[in-house]
């Protein structure tokens, strides 16, 4: 019983990421203003739990990518509020972004190869 298996079409990691570059480049006001966010709420996290600013931003990009190490954790009610809900969708948000310039870096670059 022959089966036919279609050829796939692969792309390379340079053409992948030479594209992912230009996708988020578009991007780039979306994606800045994001991890512009995320830095001003680890200085705001900083001043209303008394932390160091190194620590408040430490604290802001480990809550906003849902990492949770709990190594330093918020104890007021406001800082509970910014790394539980505020953080993670704005991490959940630019994560999203990312992946689906991944993806269409992906496809215009299949899409490249079978025009050529």
Avoid: Q
């Avoid at 910014?82 to 999203?96: A, K, Q, S, Y």
Wanted: with cysteine; aromatic share 12%.
């Amino acid at each position: 019983m022959d089966v036919d298996v279609p050829e796939t079409d692969l792309i390379t990691f340079k053409t992948f990421f030479g594209i992912f570059l230009k996708v988020i480049y578009v991007l780039r006001k979306i994606v800045t203003t994001m991890v512009a966010f995320i830095f001003i709420m680890g200085i705001f996290l900083a001043f209303i739990e008394k932390l160091s600013l190194g620590d408040g931003i430490y604290l802001a990009f480990v809550s906003a990518f849902t990492v949770g190490y709990g190594d330093i954790v918020p104890h007021t009610l406001l800082g509970r509020v910014v790394c539980v809900i505020i953080l993670p969708i704005t991490g959940m948000l630019l994560t999203g972004i990312i992946v689906a310039a991944a993806i269409a870096a992906i496809d215009r670059g299949l899409k490249m190869g079978k025009n050529n």
